[in-house]
């Protein structure tokens, strides 16, 4: 909670590559939450949450500890089943979204808590992110004939590009169990980008990190969207970081939203400042 | 041969003989890999040590000589058994695993001997407890390698094994379900979140368990009989599983190797001295000093522990 108060004077180096000088990138709603209700036991996490994503926009969930972030996050991806309410996606309705929906219709994910197949090498985690893209059968997969190879090859080259814009070269071949944090939560965006997300959902994806890794992670979220076109809703605590990168903020506040705009609303927004950002600015 | 040892002694300067005890034991490794096998494949995909694994091969055995007892021909038999293994699958996906997903792997461990104990009860109801031959038509001549000679059966239960081995190998290594299988393996958020179904891949890795155990099973039926004791000596493949280590099929293929030559070369030219029949106990003794010096096995993935 400390560095949020420190980190907005620090934060700088991303402000110029922010939102200002990328208009008209942002298209079409392809994401609607609508009147989300999720309850743990007797503790509501999330009361009537509705919010909007549009194409090709960084849209970010702040809001103090505890106010719902991951869990909306979550219901997003399918992860948690809320008890009312449901997830427009890309035309079609769904409550609840279901995990593998999720991810078959595009939409990735990292996690807070970094989630890797340890045991694997960086581009092993990588390629499983290109799943369910594979269409060979099983027999063509494992005696690498016809499409199992073309296919093989054809995947790899996507992830080593992935791997180049990442600049992980020099681990791929690294169990990623041995990475230093930073490169790992850097291996979990990869995996996520190998799909090639409509919809990048990201979870703290500075959490952690010393100011450096925090400006690397700012950038290559920034070409993500920019160069990719990728749609990201993401999770942050930085508040210099939030305001820089994202076009529309929502604000959560014990489960429920308190505001909704972008970062100069959210900013003046009175109920804003007096629940969360009163707290970081004096 | 442990009888030939006690009754005539032996001349230690054999070579023939050696070798003779030497494939012997190999042999009969390779009937405990073939357990071993199934064990590993169910701890690679979910970390659950199934201690039902020996029971599914006995299982998969009664149903097997049940179904051919009942007149149906091996063919029929075979594709039936596989059927209720795959549906035993997708019974233990839906009514243990799926309940207890994200639990300790202490809960789903006491699970499967749930499973063990049910199925040995359930086998033994419809199929009764009566010893049973099993006759596949499994060659059962010796041949002779120079002096030594070697059981047709052990040759071919060698051969099934290695294509056993050799297909699994494949499957899991270059297929997008065997990257999936590693994957739901190591982590089961982050593997539901690139959108592997968790579900499904349980279901396909007892499945194959399930084949693996019906394989076992038939190997070993033919050469004892289809009895209960089977799931016992089943559980033979637990040292090979700590020599190999629980993740890797070549370990437990090679662990196989090991404890069935070592065990049988121990009891022939260690075991007079001692009394005989440290058969018994060698492989497990074996298998201790490895927890001691080496606990990931030959070949099992090292464990790194981060501070």
Redesign the interface.
């Known amino acids: 909670m400390n560095d949020s108060g420190a980190a907005p004077a620090a934060e700088t180096p991303t402000a110029a590559a922010g939102t200002v000088g990328r208009p008209n990138r942002i298209g079409e709603v392809i994401l609607k939450a609508e009147n989300i209700t999720m309850r743990f036991g007797g503790v509501k996490a999330l009361s009537d949450v509705s919010f909007d994503v549009r194409r090709g926009e960084v849209r970010s969930i702040i809001g103090p500890n505890g106010a719902g972030k991951s869990s909306m996050l979550n219901v997003i991806n399918g992860f948690y089943q809320p008890q009312e309410g449901s997830i427009w996606y890309l035309g079609k309705s769904y409550s609840p979204m279901r995990p593998y929906i999720a991810a078959s219709n595009g939409i990735a994910r990292t996690f807070q808590n970094i989630a890797l197949f340890k045991g694997m090498s960086t581009l092993d985690n990588i390629m499983t992110g290109r799943i369910l893209k594979q269409k060979a059968t099983l027999a063509e997969q494992a005696l690498y004939i016809g499409r199992g190879r073309s296919e093989e090859i054809e995947h790899r080259e996507h992830v080593e590009r992935v791997i180049d814009f990442l600049e992980i070269q020099a681990v791929r071949k690294t169990p990623v169990g041995r990475l230093p944090y930073g490169l790992q939560k850097r291996v979990e965006l990869g995996r996520a980008l190998a799909a090639e997300p409509t919809l990048l959902l990201l979870d703290e994806p500075m959490a952690g990190m010393n100011l450096e890794e925090k400006e690397d992670m700012s950038r290559f979220i920034i070409d993500v969207n920019e160069y990719f076109g990728t749609t990201i809703a993401l999770i942050e605590h930085d508040m210099g970081v939030v305001m820089d990168l994202s076009d529309r903020v929502v604000v959560l506040d014990y489960g429920s939203k308190l505001a909704d705009g972008t970062p100069d609303e959210v900013r003046n927004n009175q109920a804003v400042i007096d629940a969360y950002l009163g707290v970081a600015h004096d | 041969m442990e009888a030939f040892a006690g009754l005539f002694g032996i001349d230690p300067f054999d070579l023939w003989f050696f070798f003779e005890v030497l494939i012997g034991g190999l042999m009969s490794g390779v009937m405990y890999a073939l357990v071993a096998l199934g064990f590993v494949l169910i701890f690679k995909a979910s970390s659950v040590f199934n201690f039902s694994q020996g029971v599914m091969v006995l299982f998969a055995a009664l149903n097997f000589v049940g179904f051919i007892e009942l007149g149906l021909p091996i063919w029929a038999s075979f594709i039936l058994t596989m059927g209720v293994m795959i549906l035993l699958a997708f019974v233990v996906e839906r009514v243990v695993l799926r309940p207890l997903v994200n639990q300790p792997h202490i809960s789903l461990f006491m699970a499967t001997i749930g499973i063990a104990i049910f199925l040995e009860g359930f086998g033994e109801l419809i199929w009764g407890s009566n010893i049973k031959p099993l006759e596949v038509g499994i060659p059962d001549d010796v041949v002779f390698m120079g002096d030594a000679m070697i059981q047709q059966a052990d040759l071919f239960a060698a051969a099934v094994a290695s294509v056993l081995v050799l ?1 699994l190998a ?2 899991f290594h ?4 065997g ?2 299988l ?2 739901v ?3 089961h ?9 968790l579900n499904t891949i349980w279901v396909i890795v007892w499945s194959v368990a399930g084949f693996v155990a019906l394989v076992a099973g038939i190997m070993w039926g033919s050469k004892l009989g289809v009895q209960f004791s089977l799931a016992i000596l089943a559980l033979k493949a637990l040292p090979v599983l700590i020599l190999g280590g629980f993740t890797s099929i070549p370990g437990a293929i090679i662990g196989g190797l090991i404890i069935g030559a070592g065990e049988k070369l121990a009891e022939v030219y260690v075991g007079q001295m001692l009394g005989g029949a440290i058969e018994e106990w060698f492989a497990y003794i074996v298998a201790l000093a490895f927890l001691v010096f080496r606990p990931q096995g030959l070949f099992g ?1 090292k464990i ?1 522990e ?1 501070v």
């Open positions: 297909v494949l499957f270059y297929t997008r379900i990257r999936a590693r994957a393996a190591d982590d958020q982050a593997a539901l979140s690139v959108g592997i179904p993935e790194i981060r």
